[in-house]
């Protein structure tokens, strides 16, 4: 086997938001789940087969420095083993990060490793910074990220309880996590074109500038960074540059053209959302569900005390979904409980456990019934994915702009688990509802397109 694209994605909800992209793109995808081992099973041997895309997905965002790099190397080399002619190192479009890294500790990592098992080249020696997804409201002006018309710091960001961002500049971040110089190609470049974006980044090279922010306004300034940088070694950033990829590829000769690369099998069972995530996106959408659906409010202080408020969710959840269900559990909230539950509990301690309980709820009703299941926020769906022991997903088609429909294979099921894992931030305010009807089922395969 040998893949176009090799990406390494930070958190399992950013993998997808990536592979959805790619797939819209014209790319057959596959998500690892985890680093695979060097001898992979028949059936990810069988998975693999006729794929052009391959993203690992890590818990690697907000884990201590030396295990997100790591991890990340490990992915590295197990991609470049694949025949990975690119690798894409991805981020969440809000470059979710601390001082300490760990944005630029990989970055640095990934650069040296290829540097050291490549021809020194351009793409061996410089990476670009796109975090970028304008489809989203993320835009980079000057440097700074803006989350709609708010810079990064006022976006609501600045309450992230593991990766607060204060600061909208994103050199300045960068700058505070490498030892290497950081650069920017400006917007003003980007609207002279692809020769010009090159030679600014040839210019930057020369001087030294290892990593480069890059302005991205538009879908056009994606479509220009896209070609600049098709054959660089590594590139980083949001999924909105995976949009505009797979064109280039086919430019280069390294992709033929693909019919229908997202299409899944129709789903079946019944239909369950589980939501950790504290976003304002996500906290609307809960709302929104709330007006004509069931749902159960998770609460860390409870879970800490005995094992009873775990088991009134599983009753609760068994019962709505008895009546057919969708039924939402959720520990989403507003940021002054999430504080006053860290205060008490400690900041691991109380994310730690909604996580255990949100895998504990995922993995008791998928074995109950459960076909059909939404997950929103980055660690609460590295918990149910870990819970599950799912290893890969298959990606299918968009249901809002960064989140697809997936399936994964699990022992003892007929028809794979339908499983979408949402970013936080990410989808309309309807989303938990809208994505239960866009979903092909078994006797109905028509849905709206994406």
């Not at 979710?96 to 540097?115: M, Q």
């Not at 470049?189 to 600014?200: F, I, S």
């Not at 994915?385 to 697809?404: F, T, Y």
């Amino acid at each position: 086997m040998s893949i176009v694209l090799g990406a390494i994605a930070d958190d399992f909800t950013g993998a997808t938001d990536l592979a959805n992209n790619l797939v819209r793109g014209g790319m057959r995808c596959i998500q690892m789940i985890g680093v695979p081992d060097t001898a992979l099973t028949p059936e990810q041997t069988e998975a693999l087969k006729g794929v052009d895309a391959v993203v690992v997905a890590l818990k690697s965002r907000s884990c201590p420095v030396d295990d997100a790099v790591t991890d990340s190397l490990a992915a590295l080399d197990w991609l470049k083993a694949q025949g990975a002619r690119q690798v894409f190192f991805k981020y969440c479009s809000t470059f979710d990060s601390t001082d300490r890294g760990n944005i630029g500790p990989v970055s640095d990592a990934l650069l040296e490793r290829l540097r050291a098992t490549e021809t020194a080249r351009l793409g061996a020696t410089q990476t670009v910074m796109v975090p970028a997804f304008p489809v989203n409201g993320r835009t980079v002006y000057q440097g700074h990220l803006f989350v709609g018309d708010r810079l990064l710091n006022d976006s609501g960001m600045e309450h992230h309880p593991l990766t607060p961002m204060g600061d909208a500049d994103l050199v300045r971040v960068l700058s505070r996590q490498t030892p290497h110089r950081v650069g920017l190609v400006p917007r003003p470049v980007l609207a002279r074109g692809v020769a010009a974006t090159r030679a600014q980044l040839g210019a930057l090279n020369d001087q030294g500038i290892r990593h480069v922010i890059c302005d991205t306004l538009d879908e056009g300034d994606l479509e220009v960074l896209a070609e600049a940088v098709a054959e660089m070694s590594l590139v980083t950033g949001g999924s909105g540059l995976g949009q505009d990829l797979p064109a280039q590829y086919r430019r280069l000769g390294w992709l033929g053209e693909v019919t229908e690369p997202g299409r899944l099998a129709p789903a079946s069972g019944a239909a369950l959302v589980l939501s950790g995530s504290c976003s304002r996106a996500t906290l609307g959408q809960v709302d929104h569900f709330l007006a004509t659906h069931p749902g159960f409010a998770l609460d860390s202080l409870a879970l800490a005390k005995s094992d009873d408020h775990l088991e009134s969710a599983l009753a609760f959840a068994r019962g709505k979904l008895a009546d057919g269900g969708p039924v939402l559990v959720y520990a989403s909230a507003e940021p002054q409980r999430v504080k006053a539950a860290q205060q008490t509990l400690g900041t691991e301690r109380a994310g730690r456990l909604v996580e255990e309980a949100l895998g504990t709820l995922a993995s008791t009703l998928v074995a109950e019934g459960v076909g059909r299941l939404i997950v929103a926020g980055g660690e609460s769906s590295g918990a149910v994915v870990s819970a599950l022991g799912i290893r890969q997903l298959r990606i299918g088609e968009q249901i809002d702009p960064g989140v697809p429909w997936t399936q994964a294979p699990l022992p003892g099921r007929e028809v794979p688990l339908s499983l979408a894992l949402k970013s936080g931030n990410f989808g309309g305010e309807a989303f938990f509802t809208r994505a239960f009807e866009v979903l092909p089922t078994a006797g109905r395969e028509d849905h709206e397109p994406s």
